[in-house]
């Protein structure tokens, strides 16, 4: 199983929580030096706990199931304080 196929397993083990929040995450590159770039989708890409989801989640999911990857990175986090941010409905 290749490394992409690894990263893209551990990710649908955590895929139904995204989505319980209407988000979701897809992978936009692994790197020479196995760091992982993500793409955070629908809600994710504009909650301001999308910062949480991607360390204490997916980058704990990622990182137990992949040990060789070295980082996860979101390319599009939102900032806690942006004023553009939304809770998804659950967490109002």
């Known amino acids: 199983m290749s ?3 690894r990263v893209e397993a551990a990710l649908d083990s955590i895929r139904p ?3 319980t929040d209407g988000g979701n995450v897809s992978i936009a590159e692994i790197t020479p030096d196995n760091v992982v770039k993500l793409q955070l989708l ?3 890409g ?3 706990m999308s910062i949480m989801t991607l360390k204490a989640g997916i980058e704990q999911a990622i990182k137990k199931a992949v040990p060789e990857i070295t980082a996860v990175e979101a390319l599009n986090l939102t900032d806690i304080d ?3 941010a ?3 409905a659950n967490l109002r």
Do not use: A, I, K, Q
């Open 17 to 19: 929580y995204l989505e």
């Open 82 to 84: 942006d004023p553009n």
């Open 3 to 5: 490394l992409l196929e």
């Open 46 to 48: 504009s909650c301001p």
């Open 86 to 88: 939304v809770l998804p």
């Open 42 to 44: 629908g809600s994710c």
